[in-house]
């Protein structure tokens, strides 16, 4: 009996080893990837310095580098696609929670979520075969034409292009917001929605003031992990957003993302400097998505706290 | 626990099985590089599989850098790349490494202008065209060599590799030898700062922006454009004809460049050559075999290159659109080959 209890304990201690070292694991290969991209990068960082970031000279012929250009691209295609996708994450969680027949909740909520699960490159496929051209003949001459004195929508009508990139990434991060917005509604008490009814609120006004503004702070967290995938994702926004290393307000011109510029380059990068400088701009990458996810954690957690 | 650890060491077993294959029947010989030669490359492993049972050849394509860096590590038997080895990656490895040609390519000038079935460039505004500065189909210059064809007031749309790219490198390189001013403004390499365009990723990218967009131009490998019959310009090589790029034309670049090849160690840029009825804008591209091997892998390798550069190997590379090496030049080759130090 004695040795059996034994046994038990020393399975317990084994299994909470186990489990410890699972833990551990997993942030020493958070700190040996940085160790791994800081040392690969530091060549980059000895011949540019600080100003690797703030430069936006990308020639490869004449090994100087400097990531600006990603960055620039990395940000604005990130925006334009939380400018489209938030309004109709929102939009669609206010209806499947709120609005929609019972039936048609569960349903239509699996296909958006399904949207997630389309592999990125197959995004990227049809954006260059059916997005690209169709922006290139209906969408972009208009814009060039009628709004081309606005900087926004200057220059000629490519199809590909930032503006594509973030429509493709617009489609790609509506799954995750529309989710995550979907949840922070359910966790909403319907007392606060009963309560704005007998105060005499409209419907419309029920869903501003009890599940809109309630809600807010956790569609802001939905907002900014969907801004993480945004910046991140490679595949899909390579194909479309044609590649130039150029800084230009139009929507209309090419450009190209930190993730963009690392899977275009990596795999044939010549010289030493040029594999040094491609994996500053993943530290860099690194970093911006390591303050993204953050953020989003923080505003999440004080949702969880104050929301329930 | 005794299934877990059979479990476990399963793989590593099997992995150990695989490097001791070469002492045992099989040989097993790892090589990485070029994605340009993969379709003939691929189809030649596999071929010989059936013709020499005691080797097989196994060939990842992901890039000439990365099979040069591999190859460098130690980690790949052989290497395969579109471009000559620099000094730099020379001074790298080991052993020396032997450059072996086993087919050409060529860069194709692929286009989209309504109207016009065929279209003649030269060299300089091949390179005019992808710096900018010629910024309509129908410029003067596009114009003066093209007398027959109906030009239209059509923008210019420069397409160009976004992802570095061997074909990149060798249409840089015939660019560089054609225009001053590209040679300063741009340069060559796998990948460059463009002045002008759009980059797509790939060749099936650069066709995609080509058949979307009336007015782009774009470059792509030759086995790209012949199996997706795009339209493509023809160039103006030395002797001054307009040459369209074709198995036929591009093996008359390589012709009666066997003395500088051997000279060389077979490391020739062959483009802008000044043979008659050449395409300019061609290229070897070679398998990297270091000088030692062990005895096991070294003479299957010799068998292997010399079956390739044989008839039947050749022949199936020309099915696949890929220029044949010139018969003197593959005799050659399969005699340096020959000579390979065994261990």
Do not use: C
Not at chain 1, 216 to 243: P, Q, S, W
């Amino acid at each position: 009996m004695a040795s059996s209890t034994h046994d038990v304990r020393r399975s317990d201690r084994a299994f909470k080893r186990g489990l410890q070292v699972a833990a551990w694991a997993i942030l020493a290969l958070f700190g040996a990837l940085f160790w791994f991209l800081f040392m690969s990068a530091k060549p980059a960082f000895d011949a540019f310095g600080w100003q690797f970031y703030v430069t936006k000279v990308w020639n490869p012929v004449l090994d100087q580098y400097g990531a600006l250009a990603f960055m620039w691209g990395t940000l604005v295609s990130s925006l334009l696609a939380l400018v489209i996708a938030v309004p109709v994450s929102v939009g669609a969680a206010l209806y499947l929670t709120e609005l929609a027949p019972r039936p048609l909740r569960a349903p239509v909520g699996f296909l958006i979520e399904m949207l997630a699960a389309i592999p990125s490159v197959v995004y990227g496929i049809w954006g260059i075969f059916v997005l690209a051209p169709f922006l290139r003949k209906w969408v972009q001459p208009f814009l060039s034409e009628h709004l081309g004195f606005i900087p926004l929508f200057e220059g000629a009508p490519f199809g590909l292009g930032m503006m594509t990139a973030g429509i493709i990434l617009a489609i790609m991060i509506t799954p995750t917001i529309t989710a995550i917005t979907r949840e922070v509604f359910r966790s909403i008490p319907d007392l606060l929605r009963e309560g704005a009814l007998a105060l005499g609120a409209t419907r419309w006004e029920m869903l501003r003031i009890a599940v809109l503004k309630t809600g807010a702070a956790g569609i802001l967290g939905a907002t900014v992990l969907g801004l993480g995938r945004a910046m991140g994702e490679t595949m899909a926004v390579a194909m479309v957003i044609g590649n130039r290393a150029d800084i230009s307000l139009s929507l209309l011109k090419p450009g190209a993302t930190m993730a963009s510029v690392i899977a275009n380059e990596y795999a044939e990068a010549g010289s030493d400097m040029h594999l040094a400088a491609l994996t500053a701009v993943g530290l860099g990458l690194f970093f911006v998505s390591l303050i993204v996810n953050s953020a989003a954690r923080a505003i999440i957690w004080r949702v969880e706290r104050t929301g329930s | 626990m005794l299934n877990l650890r059979n479990f476990l060491t399963l793989p590593l077993v099997v992995t150990l099985a695989a490097i001791s294959a070469e002492a045992g029947a099989n040989t097993l010989i790892n090589g990485a590089g070029a994605t340009f030669p993969q379709p003939i490359y691929s189809k030649w492993f596999a071929e010989y599989a059936s013709v020499n049972k005691a080797a097989s050849i196994n060939y990842q394509a992901i890039g000439s850098g990365g099979g040069i860096r591999q190859l460098i590590q130690g980690t790949v038997d052989f290497g395969a790349t579109d471009e000559p080895m620099s000094a730099e990656e020379a001074g790298k490895v080991k052993t020396p490494v032997l450059h072996v040609p086993t087919v050409l390519g060529a860069v194709a000038v692929s286009y989209n202008v309504p109207g016009v079935k065929s279209l003649n460039l030269t060299g300089e505004m091949v390179a005019e065209i992808f710096m900018g500065t010629i910024k309509k189909w129908n410029d003067p210059k596009i114009v003066a060599a093209n007398k027959d064809a109906k030009l239209p007031d059509l923008a210019i749309v420069p397409t160009y590799r976004s992802d570095g790219s061997g074909t990149t490198a060798v249409f840089t390189d015939y660019l560089v030898k054609a225009s001053k001013g590209f040679e300063i403004k741009v340069g060559k390499g796998k990948a460059v700062m463009w002045p002008a365009g759009i980059g797509a990723k790939g060749n099936a990218g650069v066709a995609g922006v080509i058949a979307q967009n009336p007015g782009a131009v774009g470059y792509v490998e030759l086995v790209f454009a012949a199996t997706n019959n795009l339209a493509v310009a023809s160039i103006q090589n030395k002797s001054g004809e307009f040459v369209a790029p074709s198995t036929a034309s591009v093996s008359a670049a390589a012709t009666g460049r066997v003395p500088e090849m051997l000279k060389n160690d077979f490391k020739v840029s062959i483009t802008d050559p000044t043979t008659k009825g050449a395409y300019p804008i061609s290229s070897f591209t070679w398998l990297l075999i270091p000088n030692e091997m062990s005895k096991v892998k070294g003479s299957a390798m010799i068998a292997f290159v010399d079956w390739a550069l044989g008839a039947t190997g050749q022949k199936m590379a020309a099915d696949l659109n890929y220029a044949p090496l010139p018969k003197e030049l593959a005799t050659e080759v399969v005699a340096r080959v020959k000579k390979l130090q065994l261990k």
